[in-house]
């Protein structure tokens, strides 16, 4: 199944969504079907991703190895947070307020049906020549 992607683009608003992620999941990784281990791991690339980010804003810090670290720092802290987002996504035990309070895709139990459409189609040819149909 193919989800939404939950992760903000730009860096100010991943910085916040990053640490609330890590907020949420330090406090009760069971509460997310994870364990105290992929807590610790979310927490290790926010606490380098956000003084990377600081690093990166600071008018007297930013330089192009600045922002080079932060978005390395980025790259590294997505590669840890997206399969665990996607487990917690995943599990049934998980509240769907869970979901929201981490701040990720809240999946749809059933897919919404379409209604059958209520005339049958209908295809005009106006004319054809070589290589173009005119239709109405």
Do not use: C
Not at 82 to 111: D, F, H, K, M, W
């Amino acid at each position: 199944m193919q989800y939404p992607s939950y992760v903000p683009q730009p860096d100010s608003i991943f910085a916040t969504w990053l640490d609330n992620f890590s907020t949420k999941l330090t406090a009760n990784p069971t509460e997310y079907g994870l364990v105290a281990g992929d807590a610790a791991a979310v927490d290790g690339v926010n606490d380098v991703f956000q003084l990377a980010y600081a690093n990166a804003i600071d008018p007297s810090t930013r330089t192009s190895a600045t922002i080079a670290g932060k978005d390395a720092a980025r790259v590294n802290a997505e590669s840890v947070v997206r399969p665990l987002a996607v487990r917690v996504i995943q599990n049934p035990s998980v509240t769907n307020e869970a979901r929201v309070a981490l701040g990720v895709t809240v999946p749809t139990p059933v897919p919404t049906p379409v209604a059958p459409p209520t005339t049958a189609p209908s295809l005009i040819l106006i004319n054809a020549v070589p290589l173009l149909h005119n239709l109405a």
